[in-house]
């Protein structure tokens, strides 16, 4: 029994939800070789959410105690009247799917690492880079680990414990070439506790020196021509297209916002060869870096089908934007922190692979480029969206050539994605970032190789 | 719910890291209290109450460091907390370079309102709606935050650093776009802080011009052809650039050497009409910020004066670590000297060119290059503002873009928490 089974969630409300969470978050970072970052952090507290007379109220505070929870279920609710009494909205009843007695714990069944171990775990690699690339000239290697610990229930009935562990290691290399410095990022890792993410770091050998050629290439490269060009999408740059271009703007709050989504549903928005959905946990037998079973409103996730095979199908909901379109709801109302509310969020969105060899994407390129690494993006209610790119080549008569600089990717995703002409028949997962909407949140970001038409900045 | 003693925690685990075996330790206390208003889709929507308190831990073990961070404000969370931080530091490598504050005189700062004025925030937001339906009814506000915060802050550490401030103020941030049919506008955002809510929220910072400006981007068109042009920068996006400029003169750029500023000090590395202050303590900062994270007092920091690179923006291990001095701010609360064009003359003496209101684009290279698209923006051809534009990239080298300053506005926007105007950067290729 937890704290929150001792508190009566049915009261004179229209609904109520009261979460129990704790985020830790263990962070190393070797810049040179030397500490200059080895911190944890703990959020937990509890936080309580009501709707009523189509408002609501939410407070939260940072202790579990009976004394607490009543308190901040009180304050919640009494948020909820004040506003509900000065908004006077009515919308009716929230929908409801309530998962109950759901456990999803992904935690580690190893020994959990003591800092020393993480530490010297970095050493060896950093050390290891150290020796053996001395034409690297600067390195920050980061371990961060982000354990998401929730306890919920819901008054329509959903109870729900879930741990949804991630671990990435962040390898950034730097080459001064022309007095100039040349960098290069790498993120590895992704669902689940270090232990189980992270082992020996010498089998990351390879995946170093891979990065250090493509980063020599980078520093002896070109910048890319501004304008539109005949690109490939390599499989790990996939997934910030399909969270970037399309996932934002079929999230249903962004869709009541005014985004051009709204009036497509039904519509061929892509190329017949584009199938996008936002997976709960699951993706073609495979579980997904941030597996949600239940989301932060109670209600048993679904995979939402987005487009496919180029129709544009539906869209994410919380309870609210549920209500509001007639539909129920999907699953994807999502929080952060202990003391932030849900809000609509993508959990991993993914295109759905072709039957093309990348082999043979590249090889149908005259003119154009291979694009690699993504950093960050943005996307808009207009559906135009842009991500940074970081790794790219030159493609010339169907061979790769030059190594291009740092770059920015864009389009018109309802455009752009009509000009998708092969999609390979590998996927690839990332997990490595966080997305940004009032709060951050971890998301799975997937896809294959997308050959398509889009604009690149450069000279 | 009731208040911390925040004092009494940080003298509590304080004592309790020295007893758990640290050499020397740091502690912060912080308090937040935060009412937060929200609207969605131009209606009140949401009535958000937190109280929250926070402890950073630093323990230093024979030169090793180590860092917690728990919102555990118990006795037994905090004596659980100074064990995990002594333990942390004990797993760490020692670097000669870590240090806490040096001893400074006690000092106690308050600033703001401390209590929240709930019916007040509301009046403003509801105003806010009603100012949208009746001057831009194409607009839909996505989402509105009316917020209230105070935060009291106790830093103590072992070598006698008692510093302690209680900071309120209000901050103000709208998401949104216009629609018509099936047209819908780029999504812009704004945000203004403010000690009080005497002023409606549509006449702080950017609110209104943004607000027209969103349905005036209903039509927007193509760049006509890929060109080389000037940015004018707006204050709302010269913050993203700055933020990206003085980047290059913090920490980790300079600890890792990778700063393209690196050996600039006292060199010129912007033109010399660019003045760049944070000043953290400035009458125009709604919430002042009294003492750094790393436990020093601030103080007004001219970081590029006419161009002269004065000061990098280093923590107390920065500076240990290059030998360059620490700086007495965060790094924040941007301040850009006004200069002596009108902004009409400013936009006026461009022939081709983009006033970009912001940009969404990659992270600028160490080098500086930068490319992205110049979002709810607005072409500009023969001194005039055209038409809205869209799909349009601007790629450069923002280190360059700063050494070629054209001109700087006479006006300012002062959005609460910086106070910037309208630069001109030639030489940006737009396609």
């Known amino acids: 029994m937890t704290v929150l089974d001792r508190h009566d969630l049915a009261s004179s409300a229209d609904y109520t939800e009261l979460r129990h969470q704790r985020n830790t978050v263990a962070a190393v970072a070797l810049v040179n070789g030397d500490v200059t970052s080895n911190l944890t952090r703990t959020q937990g507290g509890v936080s309580a959410r009501v709707w009523h007379g189509g408002a609501w109220g939410f407070a939260s505070a940072a202790d579990d105690s009976d004394a607490t929870v009543a308190r901040t279920v009180r304050a919640a609710t009494d948020n909820a009247r004040w506003l509900g009494t000065r908004a006077g909205r009515s919308l009716g009843a929230l929908p409801s799917r309530p998962a109950s007695g759901a456990v999803n714990r992904f935690g580690t069944a190893r020994p959990r690492w003591t800092r020393a171990q993480a530490v010297a775990f970095l050493r060896e690699l950093d050390e290891h880079v150290a020796s053996r690339y001395p034409q690297v000239t600067a390195r920050t290697i980061a371990l961060q680990a982000l354990d998401m610990d929730k306890v919920l229930r819901t008054s329509d009935g959903a109870d729900s414990d879930s741990l949804i562990p991630r671990s990435i290691l962040v390898v950034a290399l730097t080459v001064v070439r022309g007095g100039e410095p040349v960098r290069l990022v790498e993120v590895h890792g992704g669902f689940g506790q270090l232990e189980d993410t992270f082992d020996d770091p010498r089998a990351l050998d390879g995946a170093i020196g891979e990065q250090v050629a493509h980063l020599e290439r980078k520093a002896a490269g070109v910048h890319a021509q501004a304008g539109q060009h005949d690109l490939i999408l390599d499989a790990s740059l996939a997934g910030i297209l399909a969270h970037e271009a399309i996932g934002h703007t079929t999230e249903a709050d962004l869709v009541l916002g005014g985004s051009v989504a709204g009036d497509r549903v039904g519509q061929q928005v892509a190329s017949e060869l584009v199938s996008l959905t936002d997976f709960a946990h699951t993706a073609l037998g495979q579980q997904c870096p941030v597996p949600v079973h239940v989301d932060d409103e109670g209600v048993e996730a679904r995979d939402v089908p987005i487009i496919e095979r180029g129709v544009l199908r539906g869209f994410m909901h919380s309870k609210e934007t549920a209500l509001r379109f007639d539909v129920p709801p999907t699953g994807n109302a999502r929080a952060f922190q202990f003391s932030d509310e849900p809000l609509v969020r993508m959990r991993n969105t993914s295109f759905l692979p072709g039957t093309s060899t990348l082999a043979d994407m590249i090889g149908s390129v005259e003119r154009g480029y291979y694009l690699m690494r993504p950093s960050n993006g943005q996307a808009d209610a207009t559906s135009e969206f842009m991500f940074g790119v970081t790794l790219g080549y030159e493609i010339v008569d169907g061979k790769l050539g030059a190594a291009i600089k740092d770059t920015t990717i864009s389009g018109v995703a309802f455009d752009m994605l009509r000009t998708v002409s092969m999609v390979s028949d590998e996927m690839q997962w990332e997990c490595g970032g966080m997305c940004g909407k009032k709060q951050p949140i971890p998301v799975g970001m997937g896809g294959p190789a997308i050959k398509c038409r889009a604009t690149l900045g450069g000279r | ?431």
């Open chain 2, 1 to 431: 719910m009731a208040a911390l003693d925040c004092g009494g925690i940080a003298q509590r685990a304080i004592d309790a890291l020295l007893e758990a075996g640290a050499d020397q330790a740091q502690v912060l206390v912080t308090e937040a209290r935060n009412e937060e208003l929200n609207a969605e889709w131009n209606e009140p929507s949401l009535l958000r109450s937190t109280l929250e308190g926070q402890l950073s831990l630093v323990a230093l073990v024979d030169g090793k460091k180590g860092v917690l961070s728990s919102n555990e404000t118990t006795p037994d969370g905090v004596a659980r907390a100074a064990k995990e931080a002594v333990a942390l530091a004990s797993g760490s490598r020692p670097d000669p370079a870590n240090a806490i504050a040096e001893v400074q005189a006690p000092a106690s700062f308050e600033s703001g309102p401390l209590e929240p004025a709930l019916d007040g925030m509301h009046d403003r937001l509801v105003e806010l709606l009603r100012h949208r339906d009746l001057h831009h009814p194409r607009t839909t506000m996505r989402s509105v935050v009316v917020d209230f915060t105070r935060r009291e802050r106790v830093l103590l550490n072992s070598a006698g650093v008692d510093l302690r401030s209680n900071v309120g103020a209000y901050t103000f941030v709208a998401t949104f776009s216009a629609r018509r049919g099936a047209d819908t506008s780029s999504f812009n955002y704004t945000v203004a802080r403010s000690k009080d809510l005497e002023r409606p929220v549509a006449s702080l910072g950017s609110f209104e011009r943004l607000l027209r400006e969103s349905a005036a981007q209903l039509d927007p068109r193509k760049p006509p052809e890929k060109f080389v042009g000037d940015l004018v920068v707006t204050p709302d996006c010269l913050g993203s650039f700055l933020g990206a400029i003085t980047g290059y003169l913090r920490d980790e750029a300079l600890i890792s050497g990778t700063s393209v500023f690196a050996d600039r000090l006292g060199a010129l590395v912007t033109h010399p009409s660019l003045t760049v202050r944070s000043a953290p303590r400035a009458e125009a900062m709604a919430a002042p910020c009294y003492f750094t994270g790393d436990g020093h007092l601030t103080e007004d920091t001219t970081v590029i004066e006419d161009g002269l690179l004065r000061h990098f923006l280093l923590t107390q291990y920065g500076a240990n670590k290059t030998g360059h001095a620490r700086a007495p701010t965060d790094g924040d609360a941007w301040v850009v000297d006004p200069g002596d064009t009108p902004l009409d003359a400013l936009i006026g003496g461009v022939e081709r060119g983009v006033l970009i209101c912001r940009f969404s684009g990659g992270r600028p290279s160490p080098s500086g290059d930068f490319s992205g698209i110049a979002k709810n923006s607005f072409l500009i051809e023969g001194g005039k503002v055209g038409p809205a534009l869209s799909e349009t990239m601007v790629s450069g080298n923002l280190v360059q873009l700063f050494e070629r300053v054209a001109g700087i506005s006479r006006e300012r926007v002062d959005f609460g928490d910086a106070l910037l105007p309208w630069v001109r950067l030639p030489g940006v290729t737009i396609s």
